[in-house]
C-alpha cells in the first residue's frame, strides 16, 4: 500500500538553530510532495508544494529563506527549519499525491523550539 | 482565497450507537475533497476521498456531497468510543495538489 515516512518523529531544539526532517513515499509513485505545519490551536497551513517538473512553490507567509526544500526524486523530500524561534513549534506534516490524486499524509515531525 | 468552514466547530459529543453528520462548506470551487481523522499523535488517517464531489462509502462512513451549495458531509453511522478523536475535512481545487483544510471537529463518543 501506500506509504509515507517522516523522520525525525520529534525534535527539541534551541531558539536560533535550525533542525531538518526528511519525508518519504512508498509504494506509490508521488506526484507532487506538500509540506504543511499545524500550529498550537490552528488548523494545517501549507509550507510549499512541489510538483514534478515544476518549481517549489511556497504559499504567503513561507519562504525558501526560512524553510528550504529538496526535492530531488520522486519519493524523498527534506525540508530545514532554519533559525528556528518559538512560532515556528508545532506539527510538520508531509504529504504525497499519487496519481490518483488522493494525498497520504507521513506521521509528523513534532518540533519544539526551547 | 480559498476557505474551509467546518461544522461543529470545535466539538461534539455523542452517546455511543448515535449517529454523527459532520460538514464542510467551501468558498471555491471543488474538484475533490478530502476527509482526514487525526490520530491523538498527530498522523492524519485517510478516512474518504472523493474526486468530482461523489458519494463514497467505507464501512460506517459515508460521505455525501453537494456541488450546488459547495457543501459536503461525512456521516458516521452507530458511533463508538473508539471513533472519538479529530476529523478534519480538506478541499483541493484547481489542477494543483494543494490541500485547504478546516479548523476539525473534535469528536468524543461517550459510553
Known amino acids: 500500500g501506500a506509504l509515507v515516512y517522516q523522520y525525525p518523529r520529534r525534535t527539541i531544539c534551541k531558539s536560533g538553530t535550525s533542525m531538518r526532517m526528511e519525508c518519504q513515499a512508498v509504494g506509490f509513485q508521488a506526484t507532487s510532495v506538500a509540506w504543511y505545519r499545524q500550529s498550537p490551536q490552528k488548523t494545517f497551513e501549507l509550507i510549499a508544494l512541489?510538483?514534478?517538473?515544476?518549481?517549489?512553490?511556497?504559499e504567503q507567509n513561507f519562504t525558501q529563506e526560512k524553510f528550504p526544500i529538496s526535492h530531488p526524486n520522486l519519493s524523498f523530500s527534506s525540508m530545514t527549519v532554519l533559525n528556528a524561534y518559538l512560532e515556528d513549534r508545532g506539527l510538520y506534516l508531509c504529504?504525497?499525491?499519487?496519481?490518483?490524486?488522493?494525498?497520504?499524509f507521513g506521521p509528523g515531525t513534532r518540533l519544539t523550539v526551547l | 482565497g480559498q476557505q474551509v468552514q467546518q461544522s461543529p466547530p470545535a466539538s461534539l459529543v455523542l452517546q455511543e450507537g448515535e449517529n454523527a453528520e459532520l460538514q464542510c462548506t467551501y468558498s471555491?470551487?471543488?474538484?475533490?475533497m478530502q476527509w482526514f481523522y487525526q490520530r491523538p499523535g498527530g498522523r492524519l488517517v485517510s478516512l474518504l476521498y472523493?474526486?468530482?464531489?461523489a458519494e463514497q462509502r467505507g464501512g460506517r462512513l459515508t460521505s455525501s456531497a453537494a456541488s450546488n451549495e459547495s457543501r459536503s458531509s461525512l456521516h458516521i453511522s452507530s458511533s463508538q468510543i473508539t471513533d472519538s478523536g479529530t476529523y478534519l475535512c480538506a478541499m483541493a481545487g484547481g489542477s494543483n495538489a494543494k490541500l485547504t483544510f478546516g479548523k476539525g471537529t473534535k469528536l468524543s463518543v461517550k459510553s
Open positions: 512541489s510538483t514534478v517538473n515544476s518549481a517549489i512553490k511556497y
Open positions: 471555491t470551487t471543488l474538484n475533490s
Open positions: 472523493s474526486p468530482s464531489w
Open positions: 504529504g504525497a499525491r499519487g496519481p490518483s490524486y488522493e494525498q497520504y
